[in-house]
DNA sequence: ATAGATATATCGACAATCTATATAATCGAG
DNA sequence: CTCGATTATATAGATTGTCGATATATCTAT
């Protein structure tokens, strides 16, 4: 994507919304996300492990290292009941949003019938 | 609207597109998009007026005052052929946009078949 | 006259992203 | 086995876009 302002704001719906699916650890959320959309996002580490610590400290995700089987510890994210609300009202404003942006483009010929 | 990062990024969209059909001056732009979205968007004279002296500086719009018969000046912005080019090249990063994050949220049901 | 809406403008604060950098474990190639 | 690439997490600094506050001035209705 060609314009990173764009993209602003809608990080933390995309991933709360890959953890209500299953727990995931910060570099799976970035490879998900990028083949999830057809190569149209790309979240950066330094982007994503900010925004993750953020959103636990609001109590949205709880968090357990995992190295289960002598494998490399990662660290697993999991949507809270809290976290659900979230992203349930986050994914309502993305609707509304987008309904506005496309009310917009679509131009001058359906409005005024108010 | 909550969320306001959300809408970052969108506003030379929408303001592009405004002007696509008329000539606009920067207060009938923000009642504009504000009756247009049914109220989804509340642009800012603070957002809005440095936007449009920078799409300015770009060549994207050209401006005059107007204040023919006696009424008060006001400064009209027109869409160049260059904003013309811009406005299509941000209509297609939205659409990418937009239904990358669709993709996205309507989640792991449909992906896999690639 | 004067209050409120119209109209434009700029500045400082704030939020979210990016790049760059750092560290370290794992994996495959040679 | 060793070395480079990939995996994995983390933080700091720069950049960008929005907002709120503030300033100025005109126009309208009372």
Do not use: C
Not at 65 to 87: C, F, M, N, P, Q
């Amino acid at each position: 994507m060609a314009d990173k302002a764009l993209t602003a704001g809608s990080t933390p719906l995309l991933v709360l919304k890959l953890l209500e699916e299953k727990d995931m650890y910060g570099y799976e959320m970035i490879e998900t996300l990028a083949s999830r959309s057809d190569q149209t996002f790309d979240l950066k580490a330094g982007t994503l492990y900010p925004l993750l610590h953020d959103l636990e400290k609001q109590g949205a995700l709880s968090s357990y290292d995992d190295g289960a089987g002598g494998k490399r510890v990662r660290r697993y994210y999991s949507l809270t009941e809290k976290g659900r609300g979230i992203l349930a009202q986050k994914a309502a404003e993305w609707e509304e949003f987008s309904r506005g942006v496309n009310l917009v483009l679509q131009g001058g010929a359906i409005h005024g019938m108010a």
